[in-house]
């Protein structure tokens, strides 16, 4: 009975932890995602608004730029 116990609360903790460490990762990545669209954004905002028409956008449309770029979605 023991045995039983000891298996059933190894599968639970290795469960949690599994869990545990996929949500340390995701929010790793988000963390990391949010720091490239932030650094994406101030670049595209300092460079100048004939550079940027140059470039095929205009300054309204820099944060939807980023998000397509850096999230891969669709605005």
Known sequence: MAV???TTN??????????FIGTYF???DRV????????S????ESISNRDLAELGF???EIKARALKNIY????
């Open 58 to 60: 205009s300054r309204s």
């Open 4 to 6: 039983t116990k000891i």
């Open 41 to 44: 954004v101030r670049e595209l």
């Open 10 to 19: 190894t599968r639970f903790m290795d469960k949690v932890s599994q869990i």
């Open 26 to 28: 995701a929010t790793l």
């Open 32 to 39: 990391k995602k949010r720091k490239e669209y932030l650094k």
């Open 72 to 75: 891969k979605i669709n605005i």
